[in-house]
T-cell receptor
Framework: GQQLNQSPQSMFIQEGEDVSMNCTSS?????WLWYKQDPGEGPVLLIA?????ELTSNGRLTAQFGITRKDSFLNISASIPSDVGIYFC????????????FGKGITLSVRP | DAGITQSPRHKVTETGTPVTLRCHQT?????MYWYRQDPGHGLRLIHY???????DKGEVSDGYSVSRSKTEDFLLTLESATSSQTSVYFC???????????FGPGTRLTVT
């Protein structure tokens, strides 16, 4: 099946720093989404992208749909302690009957 | 927050026993999904439903069955639980914007 690659598995940053993470695939997706999961909870949708090249912001979060449609990027600016969690990317393909393919996630730690 | 509940939230069961997990939504969304989350594997789709009585398999469906007799409820059954099915199970829903899936709080299942 399709795979989305997220690396590294873990990231450690200082409070106030910006952080970028990306998600890559060998296949084309026509939708990219980013989710965040807090410990003990379900993933929460952060941003959804529907058009190649699209850049969308949600507060301190900015995500981009790559021009090749094979990648997406998430940037978090001025990190705060509550940004800690696991960040997942997900891709949707035409004809996939609403199914998403998920990356394995990046665990973000923020040092105060 | 999307109106999704999962029950039970925690369960410990013995190998060989049947287990049913319930997902209930109040959003009247068409699509419902069951995922499992394991360390190193991210979120993997077990089964999904695209309408009442309409279901299909995901990538890790062996050992699981589902039923959806009404819009609001999607049941996941482990006919004979095995230790490899110890996991955290998430239900998700999506509506007219089909790729935007919203997750429930999860059920932690331990099979001893």
């Amino acid at each position: 099946g399709q795979q989305l690659n997220q690396s590294p598995q873990s990231m450690f940053i200082q409070e106030g720093e910006d952080v970028s993470m990306n998600c890559t695939s060998s296949s084309i997706f026509n939708t990219w989404l980013w989710y965040k999961q807090d410990p003990g909870e379900g993933p929460v949708l952060l941003i959804a992208l529907y058009k190649a090249g699209e850049l969308t912001s949600n507060g301190r979060l900015t995500a981009q749909f790559g021009i090749t449609r094979k990648d997406s990027f998430l940037n978090i600016s001025a990190s705060i302690p509550s940004d800690v969690g696991i960040y997942f990317c997900a891709g949707g393909e035409t004809g996939a009957n609403s199914k998403l393919t998920f990356g394995k996630g990046i665990t973000l730690s923020v040092r105060p | 927050d999307a109106g999704i509940t999962q029950s039970p939230r925690h369960k410990v069961t013995e190998t060989g026993t049947p287990v049913t997990l319930r997902c209930h939504q109040t959003e009247n969304h068409r699509y419902m999904y069951w995922y499992r989350q394991d360390p190193g594997h991210g979120l993997r789709l077990i089964h999904y439903s695209y309408g009442v009585k309409d279901t299909d398999k995901g990538e890790v469906s062996d050992g699981y069955s589902v039923s959806r007799s009404k819009t609001e409820d999607f049941l996941l059954t482990l006919e004979s639980a095995t230790s490899s099915q110890t996991s955290v199970y998430f239900c998700a829903i999506s509506g007219t914007v089909v790729y935007e899936q919203y997750f429930g709080p999860g059920t932690r299942l331990t099979v001893t």
